[in-house]
């Protein structure tokens, strides 16, 4: 087993001394003590470590961040993603600073005083819409990518080949290409929860998704239960509807369309079980709507309808209440004011 | 005279009353004390002043840089040319961030681990010559205007009229189109000065102009006589030489250049005195460049050519003497090492 000196450690990382002494105080290295000399003995993962630290750094990720990514590693691609949107919100409003300064300067006599200034006060500095498209041609945002993989996360996790390599680049062009703009609500409220708070959903994702894979003629009536049970809940509940509206056009809508969409054929090919629990899920949803509509529980969908100001149609989107049931909680889990606050501006 | 609480202050300024408190403290503004209540008194000129230096924070203007404006005022286009090239050098590396990010999160395989990212350690942020010709297009340099307004200082003080603002903003414009990055490396080099020391300069520059634009039959002996002193110093001190080699192609001839390029007719439209300027400037310059060249002085010509290596062409740019006596000693300020580096990236 290797053990490295701090000296041969910084040089290696490019880290100074002080940089990782402040990673050791943080917990995110512990090297061993030398018994004999008392100085520190820093393994190869403990470098490893390191420059990965030392590469999210780069990316100016908050020290923060870099211990939790380091507590929940199957966020990785998660965080990278939130950190692009940051640099990109960041890289927005400094072009509104330059254009606004700009703008400023060529405006200015060249005799110009300090105390002049006074007539500029009050210029705006938000960015403007052709920022926005301008930052949007240079760097388009990957929110898409990153939603496909919170979204269908159950599935893609099977053993890495070139072929799926290639799919996967297909599938993120696609979802970039399809979702421009309308998923950044969505993306909006992902990116304001904690990790402990995706993980859980994730696994909580995973275990359903199971679930509905391995579905038995006998189980069906299992799991429309549990649906018919939500239902119930979300029509006596005035904050489970408060949600419920407030998502509808901005989140729930166009991720239902999402996950309904083309993508789904090239999610199938990356892995065919997919294909099984499509089939599986329509089949849920369609009884579920039957049982609505036409069936015994017509009641409960006219009070529906009564309570959500209509906003459940069943008829385009019979992949509603499923989402409800299986997929809904995450989006329920911020504050409503906050919530709603991320789905005005 | 109205004076004001600090609430009031606040609500028109927009500030807190800890930024207030701040700006009290590093004695940006003075405000009297009631002798009464002992509550802090605020005159309208203390409110004028911090809506301006509340303007000047919102473009990131560092602290200790406003405190320097408000010292030497009449740096105000200066400091904000600054600013705006601090700025564009900021996104610049922003956007090298970004692509670099960008481009790895489109590499990497949906299902990805914090330890898998150590295949990415190494990887450059650096911006691209793409990332630059994307920020030029979208916000050019402002540097030829700041550099237009430095050279031609002593013309400029002048009344303002709306033809004068139609000519600046052709000058301006004009500078801009001529001088794509041929000037890049006088703006570093100026940027990197301190305000002292470009006010010093641009004292020591209008009373030079002064002394030009006054110019009789019976001066011309004088200050070809300091021109002459300047240039056998030259051909003496080789802290000197240096200076002048490693400037002369990306400072001095691009310098030398621009001030006797097109934009002198519109100086001169601006303010006719330029002309007056220019004539005896000229006349200054052909009459040391014949004592040179083919009179008293040929002995010094030669072992100027010789200590500069060849970097004196007084056929193609005349005016290359009188620049290295009125106007080099700004470029001669910055260590030698320091220039060296600015000069070199």
Known sequence: ??????QEVCRKTGLTKKAIYFYIDQGLIMPDRNAENNYLDFSEADVDRLQIIALLRQYNVPVGAVEELFRYPSMTNFYLHRQLADLRAQLLRQLGLIRSLSTLLTELPPQYNVANLKE?????????????SMLDLVCPDQDARMISIFIWSSFLNVP???????????ITEQAQQELKGSLRYVARIIYALDSEQIENDARQR?????AILKLQE???????QRIMKRLRHLADDPRDQAYWTLNYEKVTLPLVR???GPLGDLIAEYNSEYLIYLKNMQRLAASVRRELLEGAERDLYERLIRVLNGKLDLDQYPGLISFYTFEMGLYMILPLAKQRQLLEE
Chains 1, 2 share one sequence.
């Open 1 to 6: 087993m290797i053990s490295l000196r701090i």
């Open 120 to 132: 500029q006060v009050g210029r705006s500095t938000a960015a403007t819409e052709a920022d926005q």
């Open 160 to 170: 890495k080949s070139e072929y799926r390599l290639f799919l996967w680049g297909k």
């Open 206 to 210: 995973y275990h359903d998704s199971q």
């Open 218 to 224: 006998e189980s069906y009536g299992q799991l429309r």
């Open 258 to 260: 999402f996950v309904n």
